[in-house]
């Protein structure tokens, strides 16, 4: 203590590196059943597109959307509190998690650094089905432009093809089918 009046006593630092360090943990297991769910919903909507039921894809995408902007804000939760973290421990508050693991030190970021690992394995999972199911998306809808080409060009009766490479719609063609006999 200063024997000075207009001196302050120092503040006693409350050691706050293992509370953020579960808090860390906590936000890393979220993101982790986030991304989770995300694969769920991304073969949901693989199995939608597979099975022909694409009124079920914009149900499925909304789930999608709403999924993702969650995970978003839990990356940018994460982000802000590994830099807390890391300024806590003294390094480089722009530090990857795996950087404030290895500034924590094995006993104290054992658990940090196996949830670290298993989100990473996650997102580059989903990051791969998700290309997939789009891909298969793209060309299923390349597969139904061109049919409903085919049947306009075939019902138009002009057979010609326009400027864009498509068949032109020729005047209006009356048809019917009888369901009856």
Do not use: C, W
């Not at 409350?14 to 919903?41: C, H, K, M, N």
């Not at 022909?52 to 499925?60: K, S, T």
């Not at 990857?96 to 054992?110: I, K």
């Not at 299923?140 to 019902?155: C, D, E, K, N, P």
């Amino acid at each position: 203590m200063s024997t000075d009046p207009t001196t302050p006593d120092p503040i006693p630092r409350i050691d706050t590196v293992p509370t953020q360090v579960r808090g860390l943990e906590a936000t890393l297991s979220t993101q982790i059943e986030g991304y989770r769910r995300f694969l769920e919903t991304i073969g949901r909507k693989r199995d939608a597109i597979k099975n022909a039921e694409l009124d079920r894809v914009p149900e499925i995408a909304a789930i999608e959307e709403q999924i993702v902007d969650r995970l978003q804000r839990l990356d940018q939760r994460r982000t802000a509190e590994a830099r807390r973290l890391a300024e806590a421990l003294g390094i480089d508050p722009e530090s990857t998690v795996s950087e404030v693991v290895a500034a924590l030190g094995e006993a104290d970021g054992s658990k940090l650094a196996a949830l670290a690992s298993q989100l990473r394995t996650l997102v580059e999972r989903a990051k791969r089905e998700h290309s997939v199911v789009r891909a298969a998306a793209d060309s299923l809808a390349r597969h139904m432009a061109g049919i409903v080409q085919s049947v306009t060009g075939a019902l138009s009766g002009t057979g010609v093809y326009g400027r864009q490479g498509r068949l032109r719609d020729g005047s209006s063609l009356a048809t019917g089918l009888d369901l009856t006999t």
